[in-house]
């Protein structure tokens, strides 16, 4: 190699050891933490992928689509979740979904799940929780006629908390095929329900204080039919 050839090598390496350096420290870098909006609320869901996010639970194929996060069934699968990689005590949560009419489904609060098993007591009783069962608080998302959309459901333990049995107005405010709103308020052993800002739910209980969130495709045995929800412009206020 000749002393002009080895002179430009030598200002090519120079030339993009800056560069590469940068590079390696932006991967290096974790994302910017993202910044509450002027009201106080953080986007849980960037609207491009599911970061921040893990599923646990049954098989059903999440995805991102329109800036949505779509759940679709699959059968002979448990109920999936996807779940909230960090957890939250006091909030306020605010989600919108559109749901099939024949899927069932739910937004996790406070929950939980553990790879041994876990025990908890109540009313002088031991409740048995297999390792990697999702339990805790759901918001019940029912399109069926019963229509108990936004009441409250122990997901794995207790079962129903605080059904709609006595407040239909929820279940009228609840648009069949159509986009609708959640806002849930969990404040100490206070967790509020609003169904399309009509109020819901209104349970005290301390049971379990903090917890993930996660989207619920509840499991569909053996149907074959490709069932989906979906969920949007989801954001979260931290309370003290």
């Not at 800056?18 to 849980?44: H, I, N, Q, R, S």
């Not at 306020?92 to 559109?98: G, N, R």
Request: net charge positive.
């Amino acid at each position: 190699m000749n002393q002009l050839a080895v002179l430009l090598l030598a200002f090519t390496l120079t030339a993009l050891l800056p560069a590469a350096a940068a590079e390696k420290k932006k991967k290096a870098e974790p994302a910017a933490a993202a910044k509450p909006d002027a009201d106080g609320f953080l986007t849980l869901f960037n609207g491009k992928n599911l970061a921040g996010f893990v599923q646990v639970g049954g098989h059903a194929k999440y995805r991102v689509e329109d800036g949505q996060i779509v759940g679709q069934c699959v059968p002979n699968t448990g109920n999936s979740f996807l779940c909230t990689e960090r957890h939250y005590t006091n909030f306020i949560l605010e989600v919108e979904f559109k749901v099939d009419p024949n899927l069932n489904s739910g937004i996790q609060i406070r929950s939980h799940y553990f790879d041994h098993l876990k025990e908890y007591e109540w009313q002088g009783k031991t409740i048995k929780v297999t390792p990697g069962r999702v339990h805790g608080y759901q918001v019940e998302i029912d399109p069926s006629a019963r229509a108990w959309s936004g009441g409250i459901y122990d997901e794995g333990r207790r079962g129903w908390l605080n059904d709609l049995k006595n407040n239909p107005a929820p279940g009228q405010a609840f648009k069949q095929g159509d986009w609708n709103k959640f806002r849930i308020e969990c404040q100490g052993d206070s967790i509020k329900t609003w169904v399309n800002s009509v109020p819901a739910a209104d349970l005290k209980d301390g049971y379990t204080p903090a917890g993930f969130i996660a989207l619920q495709v509840h499991g569909v045995g053996n149907k074959e039919t490709a069932m989906e929800v979906r969920w949007r412009n989801i954001r979260l206020k931290e309370l003290p």
